[in-house]
């Protein structure tokens, strides 16, 4: 006569049993880890000639903007201005909106601080 231990290792249920932690155990594994959002310092200094109007942040690889992040003011030529922002991927698509609606856009590593400076050279995007 076998014990209780022994028929339950010869059984199916102690194959479901182990079939079931293997899959969670590879469940674990498989599903991404989410990635902590931190705070990224941006100065914006804008050395060019047209007034900032809007400044949105986008992930690098898309046009998915954000808000915009001045929350109705403005960069003034010759003004910086500093913005703290949580940000969750490696780099970020920083994108500007002048007073002529022209975009401009540089993309940046998502470290603890980063400054764009917009001079006049800055290439713009005005739809044209």
Not at 4 to 25: A, E, I, W
Request: glycine letters at 6%; one cysteine or more.
């Amino acid at each position: 006569m076998t014990n209780l231990p022994d028929r339950f290792l010869n059984s199916k249920m102690y194959f479901r049993v182990l079939m079931l932690v293997v899959g969670l155990c590879m469940l674990g594994v498989l599903i991404p880890r989410s990635t902590a959002t931190s705070a990224l310092n941006i100065s914006i200094v804008n050395n060019g000639g047209s007034e900032i109007l809007h400044f949105y942040l986008s992930p690098a690889d898309n046009d998915n903007w954000g808000p915009d992040q001045l929350n109705e003011t403005t960069i003034s030529p010759g003004a910086t201005r500093n913005l703290e922002v949580s940000w969750d991927q490696s780099t970020v698509k920083l994108v500007a909106e002048d007073q002529d609606g022209c975009f401009l856009n540089t993309t940046v590593a998502a470290t603890a601080s980063q400054v764009w400076t917009i001079t006049s050279e800055t290439p713009r995007d005005c739809g044209r």
